[in-house]
């Protein structure tokens, strides 16, 4: 029988990126699934710019984006599912053909001044399509690391056998979220904009137009890497399989999910009320600077936070997280120079990662690896739907009353989402010890106890 004392993870090395990116198989996926999200950070503001464009109106651009959004958030948890369930190739190449095809229909209804009902109709296959690298770049370091092995291997929890991969090393699931979202939010810094210097300097539907071009080619080239795809949740390998759940069934992802409509009310409420607020000072180039500079403060906490060995749990960095960002967000209103603006957004930007963090580090301990690719994209839909609604409100209140009214959405998204977490933060807690039991052996990870 193991020690006790064999197991303490004062024994394990530190935690960080170098251990992390020499994890084997990790490039593999890396480098295509950087290229494959880097389109998604172009989608909203494309769109946008362009319905801005030919309608004249936030109200509308933001419209047709909250469709978008809603249809996205909708359906991405059902590709989710699929992927958990046969593979996310099978479900990769469809996708990103019928995007292409949506966002083509889409900006030839545009620049064709249809009627809005009919760039509804175009923005939901839109929002329905869009691949959902990030989630599935996240369950493959699960499946690397958390025990879960990638191809046709014997079991969820296996470190030997015909067609396995061998247990990584569970105590960089944190850094690989943080790294996860650094990757995220340094496409966030150049999508946006490059999305406005090509709409704004070479044609509205530009942004739109390499968006499309940008998730084809990644999307086929990531969905190319099958090596290290997470075992499906089918039977037909041989194997056993964990028992197929819904990742929605469990509680911690359903609060997780509510949570995060408050991080998407901030990237929604930014990129509306900064694109209104550049209009507005009659300096629109400066919109991607200001949204650039708001992502880059979100990609630096993001790295920090992959660097720390936190001391406390992760759902009291969860609660910090989000007051801090509520803090930051409740002055974006009353800011009126681009100067201060770009500060005030900095700093909301270094509130988001240690949220966003967070919550993703916690679904590997509150969902079974059968699951997770659907929860990973419940937590993504979400933030989506958040934006989609905050896009719409920020819009119409740009419109109405200028600017300024649209950064209030923010602050009412993060302190509605605060309130929800401090209500039921207790369903954040895994039934899990931390004790992980496969086949006859155990083996014990470390966990940090609020």
């Known amino acids: 029988m193991t020690p006790p004392d064999a197991t303490l993870p004062a024994a394990t090395p530190r935690p960080g990126y170098g251990r992390l990116l020499r994890t084997p198989g990790a490039w ?32 509308s651009a933001g419209a047709v984006a909250a469709v978008t959004g809603v249809s996205m958030a909708v359906f991405a948890p059902q590709g989710g599912k699929l992927a958990d369930r046969f593979g996310q190739r099978a479900v990769l190449v469809p996708g990103v053909l019928l995007h292409t095809a949506s966002v083509a229909a ?34 493959r370091w699960a499946a690397l690391l958390g025990g879960s092995p990638s191809g046709s291997g014997p079991g969820p929890h296996s470190g030997s056998g015909p067609g396995s991969r061998p247990r990584g090393d569970a105590s960089l699931l944190p850094t690989a979220a943080a790294f996860e979202s650094v990757t995220d939010e340094f496409t ?48 037909g390998d041989g194997g056993s399989a964990e028992p197929r759940v819904s990742a929605l069934s469990v509680p911690g992802v359903r609060v997780l999910a ?27 180039g400066v919109n991607g600077l200001l949204y650039g500079v708001f992502a ?41 120079s681009v100067p201060l603006l770009a500060g005030l957004g900095l700093l909301v930007g270094l509130c988001i990662a240690p949220a966003l963090i967070t919550g993703y580090t916690l679904v590997e301990s509150l969902v079974p690896a059968s699951a997770r690719t659907e929860a990973f994209t419940w937590l993504t839909g979400a933030v989506a739907l958040g934006q989609a609604a905050a896009v719409t409100v920020a819009g119409q209140l740009a419109d109405v009353h200028g600017a300024s009214a649209g950064f209030l959405v923010p602050l009412v998204g ?8 401090i209500a039921l933060r207790s369903r954040l807690a895994p039934k899990a010890s931390g004790r992980v039991a496969a086949r006859g052996m155990s083996h014990r990870l470390p966990v940090t106890v609020d």
Do not use: D
Not at 274 to 280: D, N, R, V
């Open 28 to 59: 593999s996926f890396l480098l295509p699934g950087f290229a494959a999200r880097q389109p998604f950070a172009m989608l909203t503001i494309g769109i946008v710019l362009l319905v801005q464009h030919t309608t004249g109106s936030y109200g």
């Open 106 to 139: 889409l900006i030839v209804l545009a620049l064709a001044g249809a009627p809005l009902w009919a760039l509804f109709l175009a923005a939901v296959p839109t929002g329905a399509s869009v691949p959902q690298i990030g989630p599935m770049v996240r369950s």
């Open 188 to 235: 966030f810094v150049i999508g946006p904009v490059l999305a406005t210097a090509l709409c704004t300097g070479v044609h509205p539907a530009a942004g739109l137009i390499a968006e499309a071009v940008l998730t084809l080619a990644g999307g086929l080239l990531f969905a190319a890497q099958r090596g290290t795809q997470p075992k499906t949740g089918r039977h």
């Open 258 to 284: 509510i949570s995060f409509l408050g991080i998407g009310s901030v990237f929604g409420g930014m990129q509306v009320s900064l694109t209104a607020f550049s209009e507005e000072i009659g300096n629109p």
């Open 296 to 336: 880059a403060g979100n990609m630096l906490a993001g790295i920090v936070c992959g660097a720390v060995a936190w001391k406390i749990g992760p759902r009291r960095r969860l609660v910090v997280g989000y007051a801090g960002l509520t803090l930051a967000a409740s002055a974006l209103w009353a800011v009126h």
């Open 414 to 421: 993060t302190a509605l989402a605060l309130v929800t977490l």
